[in-house]
């Protein structure tokens, strides 16, 4: 009887913990002494994630300034939705942001996050054997942090032309993950 009560609280604790960290849409930081700061998010950024002490706060897509608790927040994802003149939609999903990648809300100053495009595309070329390379492609953000796109939905598999200089040879390869 004991064991089944205290795997209950267990069980409720867990649960009100992942649904304190995990409720999209709510700007739930605290601040102990009450202060708080101004953030603008760039226009192009269509959703933001931030975490302070655990808990995550997401800015929810249309918000341009919010207020939040003064301190450091790490980023944890940033959007950015387009649709283009096939009325195709696109997104762009930047995640794994380097540990000093840090947003510093303060009371005075009004913080503005240095995301968002342009992204640079890195093409790595790599001997693998005699005459065979590999080609490895990656796209960062402006603070280094990994970026993904999508079409439609789906991971948008990039590509690559080969070309010599004669100008006679020219092949595309796409690009598979995995």
Sequence with gaps: MKRDIIWAIVLIFLVAIA????????VRARSEN???????????????????RGITTVIPPGKKE???????????????????KSNVKWQLTARRFPRSALLKVTARD?????????????????SFARGTYTIGQTMKGKLGEHVEVYRKGVHAEPSVTITNPAGNYAETFKFKYG
Excluded: S
């Excluded at 202060?35 to 302070?52: M, N, S």
């Design 19 to 26: 649904l304190r960290i995990d409720t999209p849409y709510k």
């Design 110 to 126: 009004t913080a503005t996050p240095k995301i968002g495009e342009p992204v640079t595309a890195d093409l790595h070329i790599g």
């Design 66 to 84: 919010v207020m939040l608790p003064v301190g450091e927040y790490e980023f944890l994802y940033w959007k950015i939705n387009r649709t283009d």
């Design 34 to 52: 009450g202060c708080q700061g101004k953030v603008r998010i760039p226009d192009c950024i269509d959703e933001l994630a931030l975490v302070r």
